[in-house]
Nanobody, 122 residues
C-alpha cells in the first residue's frame, strides 16, 4: 500500500491544521493507521493511531485532547485534526500502515508515507 501525507504548513500557536493520509494500492480498510512525527535532532515519536474499523483510537499524552484521528474507508483516507497547536508540535509528520492492531510502536508499521512539515510559530 502507498501512503501520501498532506496538509502540513505554517500556523501560529493556538491555530489548527488537518493532515490527510491518502492510501492507494492495497486494501486500506484492513490496515490500522498511525501518525508519527520527528522534530529536528529528535527521534521519531508516536502521535496517534486508529484501528482498521475506526472503532479504536490511541493518542500520545502530549496531544491528547488537542488532536483527533479519524478515517473514511470509502475515501481510503485517514485524518489528523490538530487544534491548539504549540511550537513543540513542530515536526515532520508521517502516516504509516500496520496490518495488525493499532500500535504506538513504529516497528509494527510496514508502510510509510513521505511526511508533511508542520511548523508552529510562537
Amino acid at each position: 500500500v502507498q501512503l501520501q501525507a498532506s496538509g502540513g504548513g505554517l500556523v501560529q500557536a493556538g491555530g489548527s491544521l488537518r493532515l490527510s493520509c491518502a492510501a492507494s494500492g492495497g486494501t486500506f480498510s484492513s490496515y490500522a493507521i498511525g501518525w508519527f512525527r520527528q522534530a529536528p535532532g529528535k527521534e521519531r515519536e508516536f502521535v496517534a493511531a486508529i484501528s482498521w474499523s475506526g472503532g479504536s483510537t490511541y493518542y500520545a499524552d502530549s496531544v491528547k485532547g488537542r488532536f483527533t484521528i479519524s478515517r473514511d474507508n470509502a475515501k481510503n483516507t485517514v485524518y489528523l485534526q490538530m487544534n491548539s497547536l504549540k511550537p513543540e508540535d513542530t515536526a515532520v509528520y508521517y502516516c504509516a500502515a500496520d496490518p495488525g492492531l493499532a500500535s504506538s510502536w513504529d516497528a509494527t508499521y510496514d508502510y510509510w508515507g513521505q511526511g508533511t512539515q508542520v511548523t508552529v510559530s510562537s
